[in-house]
């Protein structure tokens, strides 16, 4: 099915626009919230890395939320700036103090989502809906209509109320996976079901709860998406979003498609939102992961110093460090590479006296030895 996906979709994919929204959905992570200079601070960094849109918050929330909007769209930033509302006129004046030019008027689409959330049947949201869109353009706002668990909602629905969404004038629709059901093949079939169908700018907006997230995006914009929606650090309800690091990275290094990313204010973007929101990055992050590019092979460790990628990326595309790890699967000349780090050349006589040594010390420890460790083995097998 996928397999002409790439191909079939250029004029998309020469045009793809990220829309980032840390500082709305990536704030729903439980525990983490922003402060009015957080968010003003993470925006600035967003814009200066080139996100296309940023999705500032919820003005309807009033006090300090309100305020973080309206600051943020103070700033004068290249990045266009968006706020999140609910199908009703009173969001969209709350919206409009602020001075965005850009709403997202969120809607459920699917029967469950209805019922609980909102406690109104498909009709009554499509008429409500339909409502908002309208004030909206007669405002001269931009407007994206969010479809809510649109993964959960017959296909019918879906295009009902992509065509209400038409005729009223939005100017693109996100399909949010807001329940994490979709996998790429239905995130590829409602794609193009809805393309064929409605003719309107798309946005993808994936949620992972199954770890799919990354990969959804991907189809999503394969599938004839123009807009992706990401956050950093993937932050968002229960599993989080598509992680901005990972999808940039894949666009750029997978398709060779360059949104303009500097990787290395990616890096420091990243940091910056794990300091604000208290989520810390793992060490072994895809992308950021301060330790991916540690090795236990000296052999690896010389072919990227050769300018040779053993990987699809190297360290110094992101700004990180690559660090040659002396641990169970180290040999030779993995010995040899690291005690030059130290200023000491090592003869093939000492590095087998020494390998066994090192081999068993890790196997105490279970873990790889510290620098200290490996000199001390030095000092009892060869320099006594």
Known sequence: MFFNLLSSSEAVLSNIKIIDTTLRDGEQTAGVVFSKQNKIDI??????????????????????????????????????????N????????????????????????????????????????????????????????????????????????LVRFALMAKEAGAD????????????????HETITYLSERVGVPMEVHMHNDFGMATANTLVGIASGCEFASTTVLGLGKMAGNAALEEVAAALKILWGIDLGFDF??????????????????SDYRPIIGKRIFNTESGIALDARRMGKKISAFSADDLGLVEQLVIGKHS?????????????????????????????????????PLFDKELMLLYKETLDS
């Open 43 to 84: 925006a600035k960094k967003l814009n200066d890395i080139g996100i296309y849109q940023i999705e500032a918050g919820i003005p309807a929330m009033m006090g300090e939320e309100f305020d973080a909007v309206s600051e943020i769209v103070k700033l004068g930033l290249k990045s266009k700036i968006m706020s999140w």
């Open 86 to 157: 609910r199908p009703v006129t009173s969001d969209i004046d709350s919206s409009l103090k602020t001075g965005v030019e850009a709403v997202g008027i969120s809607c459920p689409v699917s029967p469950i989502h209805l019922h609980f959330k909102m406690g109104v049947d498909f009709d009554e949201a499509l008429k409500l809906t339909d409502k908002a869109i309208n004030y909206a353009k007669k405002l001269g706002l931009y407007v994206s209509l969010h479809m809510e668990d649109a993964g959960r909602a017959p296909r019918n629905l």
């Open 172 to 187: 693109r629709l996100r399909i949010c996976d807001t329940s994490s059901v979709m996998d790429p093949f239905k995130v």
């Open 264 to 281: 290395k204010k990616m890096v420091a973007l990243s940091k910056i939102v794990s300091q604000k929101s208290g989520v810390q990055i």
């Open 331 to 367: 040999g030779s000349k993995a010995i040899k590479n690291k005690f030059e780090e130290f200023g000491i050349q090592l003869n093939n006589g000492e590095i087998n006296l020494l390998l066994p040594k090192i081999k068993n010390r890790v196997s105490e420890l279970s873990r």
